[in-house]
């Protein structure tokens, strides 16, 4: 696998040659500042590639050029959003970058409700509490319906929890799940959020499943033609949220989007800490299944916890097994080559890394510092290395 590392541009604090440091090769990264739906112009796009270039590095994917709502709802000027993001993918394959990596989650992006859970070790992880969401759905945004979505027992521990929050804890919490993130399109007041949550209630989850189809029976031919490959990131969370329709949560959602769209040129994210948060997903077993489509992948870890909770592991310590999923995945490789074909190296980031040591105090994107992110790339490349080594027969383990 390639290693690569995600970079969000030039106001990132970890910058380009840090990741040269890192040891990755390749660089992730998207046009940030042009993501509100238009087309991305292709002088743009080679300016950000010359950048990464002059580094020393290479851009391997771009993730993500944004799928506005309108797209998503089928709705407002989805016409006109579409074509644009036709014009971006051939701006990022006529440049050279053609792998795309993107998502259909409706409304969020990754969804977390804590960005600096305290670890055992000292450092920080980002976390998702089910009591926390159930507090902000249930007694803050006062969803309709929402009581149907949380059983008993979680009702009564959110309830306690809302009692127990101040002002700037409601304030923090909200900031944290509506409106943060730095990839996002645009971000939502409390009034918006319940605004498009209601669209979404009326579309249902098999309307948001067919307007996906939809969308990708349109950008997957274009993709084709310039050869350029599209690859859709799962649902983060990997289950329901807000009561907001999931249609990239389980191995099957992943079926039934192969068979809609049969075109090569759509294909997959593995991300094993997106998936992986789903106990019903089998990760290795994905990897097999999935390998011949998966363009790019995500390697991190999470820890579950029986209520569904859970906190983002360390890479090799979660509920995940990696050293299966890197293995199948090395194996998909090692037919891609005999079969010649020209994807054979699949370009792979650590994900979402531990705060540790010095970034501790930094302002830093959440799950995006350094060091952490430089610890786990180093342990999954010794697997890589390890997997590589015993199947050359130079190690017996």
């Known amino acids: 696998m390639q290693e690569t ?55 391997s994917v771009v993730e993500s050029i944004a799928v506005a709502e309108d797209i998503k709802t089928r709705s407002g000027d989805f016409r006109q959003r579409i074509d644009q993001y036709k014009d971006s993918i051939r701006a990022c394959a006529r440049a050279g970058v053609k792998t795309i990596c993107y ?27 089910f009591t926390d969401i159930a507090a902000y ?14 059983p008993p027992q979680r009702r009564a521990a959110a309830e306690a929890r809302f009692k127990a929050m101040s002002e700037s804890d409601i304030a923090s919490l909200e900031s944290i799940l509506i409106d943060w993130l730095p990839a996002r399109e645009f971000v939502y007041d409390r009034k918006g959020f319940q605004k498009m949550l209601d669209v979404y209630n009326d579309i249902g989850l098999e309307g948001v499943r067919s307007n996906m189809f939809a969308f990708l029976n349109e950008i ?10 599209l690859c859709i990131h799962p649902d983060d969370p990997a289950f329901p949220i807000f009561g907001m329709p999931r249609v990239m949560s389980t191995a099957d959602d992943v079926r039934k989007l192969f068979k809609a769209v049969p075109d090569e040129a759509s294909g997959l994210t593995l991300c094993t800490g997106a998936f992986g948060c789903n106990p019903d997903n089998d990760l290795p077993a994905m990897a097999r299944e999935f390998g011949p489509r998966v363009h790019f992948v995500h390697l991190r870890n999470t820890t579950r916890e029986p209520d569904g909770s859970f906190h983002e592991a360390e890479h090799l310590a979660g509920d995940t097994d990696l050293i299966a999923v890197i293995a199948n995945i090395l194996t998909e490789e090692s037919c891609r080559a005999s079969q010649g074909r020209a994807d054979a190296v699949i370009p792979m980031r650590p994900d979402h890394g531990h705060l540790l040591i010095d970034d501790i105090g930094k302002k830093v994107n959440p799950g995006y510092s350094c060091i952490g992110r430089l610890k786990g790339l180093a342990e999954l490349r010794g697997v890589m290395r390890t997997v590589e080594a015993a199947r050359a027969g130079r190690i017996a383990i």
């Open 137 to 150: 759905d249930l007694f803050i945004l006062k969803r309709p319906g929402a009581e149907a979505d949380h």
């Open 5 to 59: 590392w995600r970079w969000f541009g030039p106001d990132d604090a970890v910058q380009l040659p840090h990741v040269l440091q890192a040891g990755a090769s390749g660089v992730v990264s998207a046009l940030h500042h042009l993501n509100q739906g238009q087309a991305w112009p292709e002088d743009e796009v080679l300016k950000r590639k010359q950048q990464i270039e002059d580094a020393g590095l290479v851009w």
């Open 220 to 229: 997957a031919p274009v993709a084709a033609e310039e050869g350029a490959r």
């Open 103 to 129: 998502n259909f989650m409706a409304i969020t992006d990754w969804t977390r409700t804590d960005l600096m859970y305290r670890l055992p070790s000292g450092g920080y992880a980002l976390r998702f509490d």
